[in-house]
């Protein structure tokens, strides 16, 4: 995973001077991420990728106790645009507006039925390891807004290259939706994460495989510097992975 620490921000912001792509650690568990400010009254959280980020799991089967946990520990809400080629479903979008994230808050064309991705998980376990604090200064509960941007069968290679035709739409949309939280909260946004859940799409064709390295950096050096004005220092960036059961 591609994240900062304290100690650790003179060195290269993409291998942490490892000279690996992907650490061993990750900041959602072990780690020492940090934000920058751990006791902010929001946070915001950047989900991005192919249709393992946009998800195919059913609203309705979503794990009641989870639900509960989340509920109680934070105020959480997504804005997401889908989907937009229409190869695997028509694109769907929260209209451009954050909605309390819940059951019925993905809709999905294909399966004419609300659905979810891992953001869920994700924000269970940022509250479970204590990364976002369950409790701000005043003694409420922390507000967590989602900026969701993903695409069913796109490539970095192409689609998501800095020269493709999301990337621009991705920034554009993660600015739109900076300035809403910014309207919301009546105090100026930063960017507290990225998450990147993409790959499969690349990794059938070799040429594309063999590139993803140099293209995943070249594409969150690009992330952060379209999105600098979201706080001093460039933003954690944690690439997920497929765990299969």
């Not at 990337?167 to 809403?180: K, N, Y």
């Not at 969150?220 to 944690?238: A, I, Q």
């Amino acid at each position: 995973c591609v994240f900062l620490t304290k100690s650790m921000t003179s060195l290269c912001n993409v291998c942490l001077g490892c000279g690996r792509l992907l650490q061993d650690v990750c900041p959602l568990c072990d780690g020492a991420a940090f934000f920058h400010d751990c006791e902010a009254p929001f946070f915001v959280f950047l989900l991005a990728g192919q249709s393992n980020m946009v998800g195919r799991g059913n609203g309705a089967e979503l794990d009641q106790n989870m639900l509960d946990f989340i509920d109680e520990q934070a105020d959480v809400y997504m804005a997401y645009d889908i989907d937009k080629s229409g190869r695997e479903q028509a694109n769907t979008t929260s209209g451009n507006e954050f909605l309390p994230l819940g059951r019925a808050t993905q809709w999905s064309a294909g399966g004419d039925c609300y659905t979810h991705g891992p953001e869920w998980g994700i924000v269970q376990r940022l509250l479970e390891r204590g990364i976002v604090p369950r409790v701000v200064p005043g003694g409420k509960k922390p507000r967590i807004y989602l900026i969701k941007f993903a695409m069913g069968s796109s490539s970095l290679q192409v689609q998501w290259s800095p020269e493709g035709e999301y990337f621009p739409q991705f920034i554009s949309f993660t600015r739109l939706m900076l300035q809403r939280v910014a309207q919301l909260e009546k105090a100026q946004p930063r960017i507290d994460c990225c998450f990147w859940n993409q790959g499969n799409t690349d990794a059938d064709k070799a040429p594309w495989r063999d590139g993803y390295k140099v293209n995943l950096v070249n594409f969150v050096r690009c992330v952060w510097k379209e999105l600098e004005v979201s706080g001093p220092v460039p933003f954690p960036f944690v690439p997920l992975e497929l765990h299969w059961r």
